[in-house]
């Protein structure tokens, strides 16, 4: 007999309510949070595309990464519909709000590694023993990885709420 046949067509679809609210309020702040970076560094920085002074193959390449900036900027609004979809309580918003945060992670973990490979080739392949380069430019603190880091920290308190409240789901229908 499965779970879905044992519960009522009445009985609420989530867990509680505040492990609901928190999950959506976390994904609302990753979510704007994200879309502000993400707009920021495509109309900001993207915008010095079209100087002369960058070498084709560069302006190629950062042209490729400004089109996976658009797909982040596209989960950012999954994550935000699927947040306010678990303010609502619909059945599929958890899931979705996981799966969105969990895939935009890894779209910015492999632009953070195009993004270096960008750097890299820009310093002639020697970035990796170089000193003096600023901060900013190695490969953990590029652009791309500090919000994949945002990324993984909202979306695991997220899934953290969500695992403990599906623990204390499973102990209370004991």
């Known amino acids: 007999m499965g ?29 704007l949070l994200m879309i502000a970076a993400t707009l920021y560094r495509i109309l900001a920085e993207f915008g010095r595309i079209d100087s002369s002074d960058i070498p084709d193959d560069i302006v190629n390449s950062l042209q490729i990464l400004q089109a996976l900036y ?12 699927s947040s306010i979809a678990t303010f609502i309580n619909s059945a599929w918003a958890r899931k979705a709000l996981l799966g969105s ?35 900013r430019m190695k490969p953990m603190t590029t652009f791309s990885m500090l919000m994949a880091y945002i990324s993984l920290f909202f979306g695991g308190l997220i899934w953290l709420i969500d695992y403990l409240d599906r623990s204390r789901d499973v102990l209370h229908k004991r």
């Open 3 to 31: 779970e879905s046949e044992s519960t009522p067509a009445t009985a609420p679809v989530g867990g509680g309510l505040f492990a609901r609210i928190l999950m959506g309020i976390l994904g609302l702040l990753l979510g």
């Open 101 to 135: 945060t969990g895939a935009m992670f890894v779209l910015l973990v492999g632009c953070g590694i195009y993004e270096y490979s960008i750097i890299n080739e820009l310093y002639g392949g020697h970035l990796a023993d170089a000193e003096e380069i600023p901060w």
């Open 70 to 81: 658009y797909l982040v900027a596209a989960f950012c609004l999954a994550v935000i519909v």
